[in-house]
């Protein structure tokens, strides 16, 4: 199998940290999204990175789908539970840090266009704060979930220095500070 993303990509870093975790490998493709290369165009009409090709030649979309696959690939893995509360308590903080992402993301497309203001813009600036508060309570909920918050909070500081969201989350900063010395976290930090 093979992981089509960009170097950048957030969505595809939580993935190969997971794989990593997991003891996968995870060959990755460079693919840059923008470009509409006809391999992702044909594994993910939707044109987003990441997208997961499998050997048969299938697809597998969705970080969220592709990190449930990775995760049913390893029988007895320790890093989310398997079902029950626990279970969807890790999804749930998945879906807010990937929610952080997306949010940042729109920011980023906007910022492209020189909109840098507005209810849109302000929209998604209140979204990511209140997120940020929230996964600083379920800090310790999971490994996985863990992995997806320190994978979210090192996209704000890659391209959102001024944000500042340490000042007021101090378990996101500690949990992120830790993750980011991992073997992990180190192999698939963005390059500058
Ligand atoms: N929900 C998707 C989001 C993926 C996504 O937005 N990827 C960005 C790159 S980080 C992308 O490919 N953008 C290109 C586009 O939106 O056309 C996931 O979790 O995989």
Known sequence: ????ASPTSPYARKLRVIAHELGLALPVEDTAPMTDPAALLAANPLGKVPALVLDDGSAIIDSPVIAAFLLASVPGQKLMAQSGHAHWQARTTEA???GVLDAAIIL???????ITSGPWVDRQYRAIERALSVM???VGGSGFGDICIAVACDYLSFRFPDLHWREHNAALAELTDRLLATPAFA?????A
């Open 1 to 4: 199998m093979k992981l089509l």
């Open 96 to 98: 807010l840090a990937d």
């Open 108 to 114: 980023r497309f906007n910022m492209a266009q020189g």
């Open 136 to 138: 600083n309570t379920r």
């Open 187 to 191: 192999a698939t930090r963005p390059p």
